[in-house]
């Protein structure tokens, strides 16, 4: 169904833009036609740009008033994830969950919603666990305004801490504020705040307890700066004091500890006898005593310096308090949750004044977003101690003197010369605790000239989130709006990077150079459209406990990738060249290759050569309808694997000369719970999309208008122009959809017939093998000949017949002529 009026065809393409989407989506939920609701929202949630939160609320909404809980909660989930603050999830969570998810919500809706109604369930939920206080604020440059409830106290205070000293207020109880009820009081609150340069503390207690401190940003501008100089080392590396590793804590004995504990390692006498760089560890105010103890023992013990906050300061005002304490040398900001390496700090340092121009240094890592191991912008494993000296021991031997130019560096492990920071000064207060203000501090002194490197010759291990745990994405989002106004030009710059990636030949030399795992490997090639299909195989042999590794070819270079996460992943084989050939062969050999199973009807014919004369057992698999030369050039006795009995047949009647394995294809039936009541819809399952399905979807749906107009098509996936074909009236398409998707994602539109595999043959494509099995009537193309059966109501349409005849074939089978 389509909400509002539409005019015409050429309105309809634009009219499935993704803004109509979210409107449409959002004027069915209204109009209480919650399947369309679904629809729009769904397909909303498919397609580019990435979905914001709201968009998965929408699609919750429809699930919900579908009776779809169980997905209704996942699409919460997802969009508190996109965004923890988002008000309308938090509070759908709230008013929906009866787990530990409720309390969540409860606690995020405090400080975020402005309905007295939904605030008062919120606090009332938060007491009944065992909370007594709750604060909510906004912070403007002369004022701070808020309100604070709690159930029982003496005394409630709001102080702001200022250079010049301490504004504190008294409140009192006020029984006519919106939040005060039985069992809590409330009252609201006004802080003026005086000009500063400097940051501001808000400080909230009861009964002398502070159970809430913010540090707000000065309100008055800095002093401009002065006129950009040129960069030049101030003194020799020998005259230079050793660097201060700088090192915030909050919480989390055990990865602290652990921390400490290698960089104590890491650091070695010089020749003077003096330590190579000084610890220095902040405790944040932190809430565990054990942390506390543990870091004091050390203190005293002269093994590191120690700083202790009275109030929790954050990252940024940690770090800049610890700044005020070192005057002099280079400085390394270290998470707590950071693994480090013997003399990385020396390593770092090198890399650091091997040109006068570089202002900041970051390593590689399993956990840093574009400097992680072995796959960029990902959690990579934590490694143990010893697997993380092994990293980094390969790498300095790999990468050295390598030095890559970043946009940014990042401040799980950032070395910053002193140059630098005299150039650009402390961390920017304007960022909430914890995330981009080391983006900032790094842009900044781009802007001063100072170049940005990766050493990838260096690693250490980072777990990452230790301390703000699921409080992260929040504080990503809010920070990264401070660094839009300041760098707009940051985050284009950064997807340019990603997709260059000038730090890939890094990590193919040091993936290239590490111990990879000696279990015997399948080599599994796959290529384009075909690809889906590897990668189901390499599930497949996962779960049967081999090692698979996918080998996917662009153009003329092949891609080699572990499917366990495992090494390699960041290496190529290029067969141009006979020492291409040579080095291929040796990466090939060094993987433990059983055998070689290949999915890709067209395989590079200098690889199959390459496989052959190393000896390796070849098993190609049908997965479309032709084999190129390079397989059929195979010997004659080599088997040709097929992946079920439709697959078999056709194999047999088009090369009955090869000998064809029929090998078990794991596939999941797919069940479809259609909604009541509703008009039935013909579902279409295309494998990929091309221009053949995209002509014959686009003329099924001509003619289904014309004898069957009531009737609609919903096409599960992607095709070649959704908007285009959308501009049928008749149409709509989902977008991109997984296999174990098409269930749950068809069932709202009330599908009585499927039709898939109608294009080229597509074996054991997950999605067409999934089709296949629906709990509903399936029309195919007989790829068998006849051979294989259908089941009861299924259509199998000979595989000869033309688009008209398969057209024709299918409306008379659906009963829709």
């Not at 005086?194 to 008055?220: K, W």
């Not at 330590?275 to 203190?299: G, K, M, N, Y």
């Not at 940690?318 to 280079?330: F, P, S, T």
């Not at 595999?757 to 054991?764: Q, S, V």
Request: with cysteine.
């Amino acid at each position: 169904m389509v909400i509002g009026p539409v005019t015409g065809n050429q309105d309809r393409v634009g009219f499935f833009s993704y803004v109509m989407l979210e409107r449409m989506a959002a004027q069915a939920l209204t109009a209480k036609d919650y399947p369309a609701a679904f629809k729009y929202a769904d397909r909303r949630c498919r397609v580019d740009p990435s979905s914001a939160a709201h968009c998965f609320v929408l699609r919750a909404e429809a699930n919900w008033k579908l009776e779809r809980k169980e997905a209704a909660m996942a699409d919460l989930a997802e969009a508190l994830l996109v965004d923890p603050s988002d008000l309308a999830a938090n509070r759908r969570m709230f008013a929906w969950a009866i787990d530990d998810r409720r309390r969540t919500a409860a606690a995020n809706l405090i400080g975020r919603d402005s309905n007295p109604a939904v605030l008062r369930l919120a606090i009332e939920e938060l007491r009944q666990a065992g909370y007594r206080h709750w604060a909510a604020y906004s912070v403007f440059d002369k004022h701070v305004t808020g309100w604070i409830a709690w159930t029982t106290a003496n005394t409630v205070g709001v102080s702001l801490g200022t250079e010049t000293g301490t504004l504190t207020s008294q409140l009192e109880p006020n029984p006519f504020h919106p939040l005060a009820s039985t069992g809590v009081q409330a009252a609201a609150f006004l802080v003026r705040r005086p000009p500063s340069r400097v940051p501001q503390t808000l400080t909230l207690t009861c009964d002398g307890e502070i159970f809430r401190v913010r540090r707000l940003a000065p309100n008055l501008p800095s002093p401009p700066d002065p006129p950009n100089q040129a960069c030049r080392p101030t003194a020799r590396r020998s005259e230079v004091t050793p660097p201060t590793v700088i090192v915030p804590v909050y919480r989390d004995v055990a990865a602290t500890l652990d921390c400490f504990d290698s960089l104590i390692k890491s650091r070695s006498p010089n020749t003077t006898g003096k330590r190579s760089f000084r610890i220095l560890a902040i405790e944040d105010a932190s809430p565990e005593p054990e942390l506390q103890r543990r870091l004091s023992e050390l203190a005293a013990r002269g093994t590191i310096d120690l700083l202790v906050n009275e109030t929790n300061l954050g990252f940024v005002g940690a770090i800049n308090r610890a700044l005020e304490h070192v005057l002099a040398g280079d400085v390394v900001l270290l998470n707590s949750d950071t693994v480090v390496p013997p003399d990385f700090v020396e390593r770092l340092a090198d890399v650091a004044h091997s040109a006068p121009d570089i202002g900041t240094v970051t390593p590689l890592s399993n956990n840093g977003d574009i400097f992680s191991f072995p796959l960029p912008n990902n959690l990579n494993p934590m490694q143990s101690y010893e697997g993380i000296l092994e990293i980094d021991r390969t790498a300095s031997v790999a990468n050295a003197g390598v030095v890559t130019d970043v946009p940014s560096g990042i401040g799980f492990c950032l070395y910053v010369t002193r140059d630098c920071l005299n150039a650009i000064g402390a961390l920017s207060e304007n960022f909430e605790r914890g995330y981009l203000e080391d983006v900032d501090l790094c842009l900044r002194a781009r802007g001063k000239g100072f170049r940005n490197v990766c050493a990838p010759s260096v690693y250490i291990g980072h777990h990452g989130s230790k301390s703000f745990q699921h409080e992260k994405r929040r504080l990503v989002l809010r920070n990264l709006e401070v660094l839009d106004q300041r760098f707009p030009d940051y985050r284009r710059e950064c997807r340019a990077f990603e997709i260059a990636d000038p730090l890939r030949p890094a990590r193919a030399k040091l993936d290239l150079a590490l111990t990879w795992p000696s279990q015997p490997s399948v080599l599994i090639l796959g290529n384009g459209d075909k690809f889906d299909v590897a990668e189901e195989r390499a599930r497949h042999l996962r779960e049967r406990g081999e090692r698979a590794i996918l080998l996917s070819r662009a153009r003329d270079v092949v891609h080699v990738r572990a499917a366990d996460g495992s090494s390699p992943q960041a290496v190529q084989l290029n067969l141009d060249t006979e020492t291409g050939s040579t080095e291929a062969a040796d990466i090939i050999t060094r993987l433990n290759p059983e055998r070689v199973e290949i999915f890709e009807p067209n395989p590079l014919p200098r690889l199959i050569d390459l496989i052959r004369k190393l000896g390796l057992p070849i098993h190609p698999w049908l997965t479309s309808g032709i084999l190129s030369e390079a397989i059929t050039s195979l010997p004659d006795d080599t088997r040709l694997f097929v992946p079920g009995r439709i697959a078999q047949a056709f194999a047999r009647a088009r090369w009955p000369e090869r000998k064809i394995v029929l090998q078990d294809w794991p596939t999941c039936p797919m069940t479809l719970d259609p909604i009541h009541g509703a008009r039935r819809s013909l579902a279409i399952v295309p494998s990929e999309p091309s221009a053949a399905s995209f002509r014959l979807i686009q003329a099924l749906a001509n003619d289904l208008r014309r004898c069957a107009p009531s009737r609609s098509i919903v096409v599960a996936g992607m095709t070649c122009d959704d908007d285009r074909l959308m501009s049928c009236a008749n149409v709509f398409v989902t977008g991109k959809i997984a296999a174990g998707e098409i269930g749950d994602v068809l069932a709202p539109h009330n599908p009585g017939w499927l039709l898939t595999d109608f294009d080229e043959p597509a074996f054991g494509h997950p999605l067409i093998e999934t089709a296949r099995r629906a709990s509903i009537p399936v029309a195919y193309r007989d790829r068998s000949d006849g051979s294989a059966k259908p089941r009861k109501g299924d259509l199998a349409i000979p595989a000869d017949a033309d688009e008209a005849g398969l057209i024709d074939a299918v409306i008379t089978w659906a009963g829709l002529s």
